[in-house]
């Protein structure tokens, strides 16, 4: 079981930065690939940023490379997203997930492959 609590989120004009960051609680936090997606009104939650539990591996949708990165770190149990020259077309709520896996350097980029999620946290950036 993974608990993920995300914060971070706020109010920021375009061009501006934010970090994100994902605590987890639970046993199986550095046996988790995390993921970050996102969900902007009236539309579906898409993928964003991925990073694989044992190499730290990661992959972004085309939409985040170059501006954000994703990090991890499994002594402190937490998964992070700095987010550089940000657009109004990012605004949305942000969800932290975590998919237990066997596999050290695997990446996860569908929803459905996750199995734990946060509650989400707001970005809102004004243009």
């Known amino acids: 079981q993974v608990q993920l609590v995300e914060s971070g989120g706020g109010l920021v004009q375009a061009g501006g930065s934010l970090r994100l960051s994902c605590a987890a609680s639970?046993?199986?936090?550095?046996?988790?690939?995390m993921g970050w997606f996102r969900q902007a009104p009236g539309k579906e939650r898409e993928f964003v940023a991925a990073i694989s539990r044992g190499d730290f591996r990661t992959d972004y949708a085309d939409s985040a490379k170059g501006r954000f990165t994703m990090s991890r770190d499994n002594v402190k149990n937490t998964v992070d997203l700095q987010m550089n020259s940000l657009k109004p077309e990012d605004t949305a709520v942000y969800y932290c997930?975590?998919?237990?896996?066997?596999?050290?350097?695997?990446?996860?980029?569908?929803?459905?492959?996750?199995?734990?999620w946060g509650q989400g946290t707001q970005v809102t950036v004004s243009s």
């Open positions: 997930a975590a998919k237990p896996s066997p596999y050290r350097s695997r990446l996860y980029m569908a929803e459905y492959q996750y199995d734990y």
């Open positions: 639970g046993r199986t936090f550095s046996n988790s690939a």
